[in-house]
């Protein structure tokens, strides 16, 4: 039997990996700072699939905590990187 929430997990999962591969390769690449700007993006999108996940889930204190984090991760690095 398939979990009802199993797309969002995945595409959870999908973007975690995507932003672990652009960390290292951010690593080795930091002539292009664009990488690691795109990483956190990524990793924001990560947080907001999961709050996707605990909103479906009736959780609404752990949704608004990943909604903040993902707001946070966004905010402070384009203001960083801009």
């Known amino acids: 039997m398939r979990h009802p929430h199993e797309n ?3 595409a959870q999962l999908a973007t975690l990996l995507l932003a672990v591969f652009l960390a290292v390769l ?11 700007l795109l990483m956190f993006y990524v990793l924001a999108t990560s947080f907001l699939f999961e709050a996707l996940v605990e909103s479906k889930k009736q ?11 993902a707001l946070i991760i966004v905010l ?5 990187y801009f």
């Open 26 to 36: 951010g690593l080795f690449q930091l002539d292009h700072q664009w990488i690691i």
């Open 76 to 80: 402070f690095t384009t203001i960083l």
């Open 59 to 69: 959780q609404m204190v752990n949704s608004i905590i990943q909604l903040l984090r």
């Open 8 to 10: 969002y997990i995945k």
